[in-house]
């Protein structure tokens, strides 16, 4: 069956442009933007025959009763490398020093940032990019590749094709990142510099 339904899960202000983006290889096409787990739970109560989800830099987790009423994949385009699966990826690489970054779009799944990875990019940190600057390439790095398979993604039914790269090991959260960008008074000057670099304006 051809696509003849998206669903979006974006952000308010990027989902105007990204809709846009795939109603131009398919005017008929029909698109609903999505922001929130209600949202989404509400656009999967009619039949889904014909319907994508496309999920962009969202927290939302799909839960997997969604993802299996889809008659294939759901992506994901998640703003970090396979390095870095899980919340906040630009805060850690910046805490690990890393010199290259990048983003990553994968097949849905029921676990987070656990689906085989159909494109990967990256690119150079950098030198003493701040977390904003980061966060600013990976988006524009993200919105570069949402482009590039717009139109698989807006009229094609097959699977984008998988790529053999695997996700890193640590999978992190909100709570790593909360612990992360805790300074306490046992923390050395080279390690609370490391870490305000990492969490920005957080501290």
Known sequence: MAIGRVLL???EVEGPFLAAILRAHQPALQLELVNSAEALSAASQV???GTRLVSFCSSVIVPEAILSQLPGPS???HPGPPEYPGRYPSVFALYDGAEQFGITVHEM???VDAGPIVAA???TV???CTLPQLEELAFAALVEKFR???FHLATVERHLVRMPYRWGARKT???DRDALCRITPDLDAAEVARRRRACGQSL
């Open 75 to 77: 992506y994901n385009f």
């Open 9 to 11: 899960l974006c952000g």
């Open 121 to 123: 990019n990256w690119f």
């Open 148 to 150: 590039a398979l717009s």
């Open 126 to 128: 950098p030198k003493d």
């Open 109 to 111: 799944a029921a676990k």
């Open 47 to 49: 039949p889904m025959d």
């Open 173 to 175: 959260k909100k709570a």
